[in-house]
């Protein structure tokens, strides 16, 4: 079975262990997705099931998607993702939250908030310059930039990587090894302890965690 779900991000909360202890959760709704396709090695090269979640009206979607998911007996979904893998799901089959039953970790992959253009500062954590007597009035400037010129060090262009002002946020993140508190079958809802990046409402992509370190093994191992 694919150990891996599309969802929503509902939102943070509190859950209470059975201790007395509250720890911070996020809430997230996943599933239940439908199998809108399965790939093979003697078909496509390789072992991959796609997966499709979230009923769309048919003017928000395209001709060949509409098709696409008609095969799978359902209609235009909105979000489709492709997991690599064998799998033993069939097409059309719907898989729900409880797939994550007995999974003590999990990685949640979503879309960070985007905070537009920023300065150096907010973008890459620059002190700034001096705030004190006789400086101008340039406290949030980078400083200078024109001493990396290229890789070489030589010609008119600046260096690759240097750290500017530009574009931040809105890309791809991964929180790894996630702990799972509890799971909602009924609602289809699954707690995970922690901060998942992106907005409420955002998309995200649950999936058994693929890498631990040695204590969340052994935790893992033993439970």
């Known amino acids: 079975m694919t150990h891996a779900l599309l969802g929503t991000k509902i939102g943070m909360s509190r859950w209470f262990m059975e201790d007395g202890i509250n720890v911070p959760v996020t809430v997230l709704e996943v599933g ?11 078909t496509d090269g390789y072992d ?3 997966l499709g979640y979230g009923e769309v009206k048919p003017r928000r979607s395209t001709m060949p998607m509409i098709g696409h998911d008609h095969h799978a007996g359902t209609g235009p979904l909105g979000t489709h993702r492709e997991i690599r893998g064998e799998t033993n799901a069939e097409l059309g089959d719907a898989i729900d939250v409880s797939v994550f039953e007995g999974i003590m970790f999990v990685d949640v992959l979503a879309t960070s908030k985007g905070k537009g253009f920023q ?6 954590n620059f002190k700034g310059l001096e705030a004190s ?9 980078p ?12 010609g008119p262009k600046i260096k690759k990587g240097k750290r500017m002002a530009g574009h931040m946020g809105h890309v791809a993140v991964t929180s790894r090894s996630m702990p799972v508190v509890s799971i909602d079958a009924d609602r289809n809802l699954i707690m995970v302890k922690g901060t998942v990046p992106g907005p409420v409402g955002g998309s995200v992509l649950v999936r058994e965690a693929v890498r631990l370190n040695k204590q969340k093994a052994r935790v893992a191992k033993a439970g």
């Open 32 to 42: 239940p997705c439908t199998v809108t396709q399965v790939k093979t090695v003697e």
């Open 48 to 50: 991959a099931v796609q």
């Open 119 to 124: 300065g150096g500062m907010k973008r890459h």
């Open 133 to 141: 007597h006789g400086v101008k009035r340039r406290h949030r400037s």
């Open 143 to 154: 400083g200078s930039i024109n001493g990396h010129a290229t890789n070489l060090g030589t």
